[in-house]
């Protein structure tokens, strides 16, 4: 080989050995330096709360969910005068089984003005972490929607929304989207509660234009108490049975019930339907839950056209609004 061509060879190759030398360098240097950085950024350590804080303090929960929980946030609302759960949860788009569902700490559906609930943006429920329990095993208690047009919950899914939760621990929280709070890990109150709301259904939809308890009578003028609700509703609204039973009564002069029906529902509760325009039932007859009894009006003592609904066991009326939701 000529010494010309050679001595480029060397001369390429030194070159080369350098530059090589100049990358590696380069590269060792920076890993140092981000060494460094990394070293020097303090590390973030998620909150945590014992099981007691995050069953019972609102705060200590919101906490404990915002970084742990993808696509939901959440809030802390303090009760305002004239507040209720169903309006509260009306306002932020979804059912009151949500707020139910987020605030393990409520024992009765009740809240008083300036008390600390938690709001989440979507609509969902937290899961009480158990002992044993599994992605897949949440994923499946939960599987079921609420309707046909629900999604099927997935341990993909779940595994997303809660991408902060890195370990299931017991007495920790997670968040279950588009789902109704499981019943059997409410405390014992909302558990009762609950259980009562499953024995009658809303006779119809409509606003709430009179509650349960003592009231100046809009007709009469005087203090008294009215034994049931009353929902405005057009007249010749369908009126459908809260519960199945027997038809007791169903009568176009009942009173100031005016046209009425009255329901045995055989378990020591009867219900009564007044005001009604129109009868669908007969005496004796047995019907079904939801099955349509009647068509509302303005029949009786009454102001404009509305159905006044009460519920009585053992003859003695009690607040509608403990059974239905």
């Known amino acids: 080989m000529p010494e010309v061509v050679r001595s480029k060879i060397y001369r390429w190759a030194l070159c080369f050995v350098i530059v090589l030398a100049v990358a590696v360098g380069l590269q060792l240097t920076l890993k140092l330096v981000e060494h460094s950085i990394l070293a020097s950024v303090p590390k973030v350590k998620l909150p945590t709360y014992t099981a007691e804080q995050l069953y019972s303090d609102p705060q200590a929960r919101m906490i404990f969910l915002t970084p742990r929980v993808r696509g939901v ?6 009760v305002q005068a004239k507040d209720n759960l169903w309006l509260l949860a009306k306002k932020h788009g979804y059912s009151v089984h949500t707020i139910i569902g987020c605030n393990p700490q409520l024992k009765t559906y009740n ?3 300036n008390q600390k609930i938690l709001i989440p943006s979507k609509g969902g429920s937290l899961h009480p972490v158990q002992k044993g329990d599994t992605w897949e095993k949440i994923a499946e208690k939960y599987h079921a929607g609420l309707t046909d047009k ?3 919950l997935t341990v993909s899914e779940l595994q997303k929304t809660n991408y902060g939760v890195s370990k299931l621990v017991p007495g920790e929280y997670i968040f279950i989207p588009r789902r109704r709070p499981a019943v059997d890990l409410m405390n ?3 558990q009762n509660a609950y259980a009562l709301r499953d024995m009658f259904v809303s006779p119809l939809g409509g606003r709430i234009s009179s509650a349960f308890g003592r009231r100046k009578h809009p007709v009469t003028g005087q203090m008294s108490v009215h034994g049931g609700i009353d929902i405005a509703v057009a007249q010749g609204t369908r009126v ?5 039973g027997v038809v007791i009564v169903a009568s176009y002069d009942v009173g100031h019930y005016g046209t009425a029906v009255f329901i045995d529902h055989q378990n020591g509760y009867v219900t009564h339907y ?3 325009s129109k009868i669908l039932v007969r005496l004796g007859q047995k019907v079904r839950q939801g099955q349509i009894i009647a068509l509302s009006g303005s029949t009786g003592r009454v102001t404009g056209p ?3 609904f009460t519920i009585k066991r053992n003859d003695v009326a009690i607040d509608p609004l403990r059974f239905l939701w």
């Not at 459908?240 to 199945?244: L, N, P, Q, R, V």
């Open 73 to 78: 946030s959440f809030i802390i609302y303090k």
């Open 111 to 113: 809240v008083s003005t």
């Open 150 to 152: 629900d999604e099927d």
């Open 188 to 190: 014992e109150e909302m």
């Open 240 to 244: 459908g049975a809260a519960a199945a």
């Open 274 to 276: 007044g005001h009604l």
């Open 306 to 308: 509305h159905l006044h």
